[in-house]
């Protein structure tokens, strides 16, 4: 058997403490199906002397993690660290730059430098991987990549946060209101103590400018993705979507836009509403789930853990592994100066039908003035639904579903209903996606 791969492992967290756990406990499969064993040589955390629940004693302990890049025993370097920026980066151009291959869960990083990152490892000749950045341990980037590299892909969508899907599908189980549920996930550790990344949506967006680049060819631009939480989502919201015959995700949703001729990125991550028979109608609790749809292999559905230690670290392990038997690629499918420099795609022309909320003043005339809106704009509605009271006093909620419309008809709409007297907080308007 082949000379070992040596791995240096910086970030001991729940993620690293798996990918520890993952290369002891399976040691000699890994090594039959690698070609070669997999050998931790060196690990680096901020705190020594914290149990995580693994025997570390066997390694060389680095306190600064950008010596391991420069390490003579190091061939990989895996950065479990976080953040965009920061020590993350900076050990990742390091690695990079010192000839070694980097494997990295950190899907803040690529969609911000994730560019910068696949042009140098190029220019070296090293393998940047990053599979566990992106649904955990479904192997979406491979069968984007890999198993679908055939294809045109017209578009790709799903559910990118789990910790998001959580609490809609708890909310949908109980009738919960969302701060409430949102209160548990923290208390179950599904949810951070500040768990805006998550329910503002960013989580997803990173993870969807990624998949957008290994699609389309495109390059990342996670500063154009369009995006919406959660947060402003009610119990009603979910009660009157289960009537009309839908379940409401957070979506992230991805694909090229031609209406002008001129090939322009489309991304969008908010609240959707998805029908009952549509496969990701029925992805519950923490699951994530990814759907991409080719010209030649129609719709293909990738479904399962997105986070936690075994399933991200089994991710980890398996770029490392792709690396031990020598299968370098280009980090998003294709060389990185090859990647199509696409402007954002404006959405005001898609059209589709819309779920509008509004909490009205419970008084005569309030439908009146909504409908006006919407009949000046040229919406037309398809159900109107007044049923359940708001949280302030003296308010009730008015939902509608509209045939389909330019969403800028929907948006102009919503400017004319701006600051009314009538209406006590600002409408929620989500998309209707098609089975």
Known sequence: MAEPLNV????????????VRLIETNAEL????????????????????????????GYAWEDDPLAMAERADVDVVVELVGGSDGPALA??????????????????????????????????????KFEAAVAGGIPVIKGLSEGAAANAIDRVYGILNGTCNYILSTMEDTGRDFADVLADAQRMGYAEADPSFDIEGIDAAHKLSILAAIAFGSRLRFDAVETMGISQVLAADIAQADSL?????????????????????FQRVRPHLVPFDHPLAHVDGATNAVVAEGNFMGRLL?????????????????????????????AFSMPAGELEAMEAAPTGHRVGRSYIRFVVADRPG????????????????????????????GSVIVSMVTHEVPEQAVTQA??????????????????????
Do not use: C
């Open 8 to 19: 240096a492992l910086a970030g001991l967290g729940t993620v690293g403490s798996g990918v």
């Open 30 to 57: 890994i090594a039959r199906r690698a070609r070669r064993p997999i050998r931790i040589t060196a690990v680096s955390a901020r705190d020594r002397t914290k149990d995580r629940g693994v025997d570390l004693s």
């Open 91 to 128: 050990l990742g151009r390091k690695t990079i730059a010192h000839g070694k291959a980097l494997v990295t869960a950190n899907k803040a990083m690529i969609a911000h430098h994730g560019l910068e990152l696949a042009t140098a490892a190029e220019r070296n000749g090293v393998a940047l």
């Open 245 to 265: 015959g839908y379940v409401i995700r957070l979506i992230g949703m991805a694909g090229i836009d031609r209406s002008d001729g001129t090939p322009r990125l």
């Open 302 to 330: 990738f479904q399962g853990q997105g986070a936690g230690d075994g399933p991200t670290a089994s991710a980890v392990v398996a770029d490392i592994m792709d690396i031990a038997r020598g299968e370098k690629g280009a």
């Open 366 to 393: 309030v439908l009146a003035e909504i409908t006006a809106a919407m009949r000046d704009t040229g919406v037309s509605i398809e159900s109107l639904i007044q049923k359940g009271r708001g949280e302030e006093e």
């Open 414 to 435: 919503m400017r004319i209903l701006e600051g009314a007297d009538s209406i006590k907080a600002a409408p929620l308007v989500m998309q209707i996606i098609e089975a």
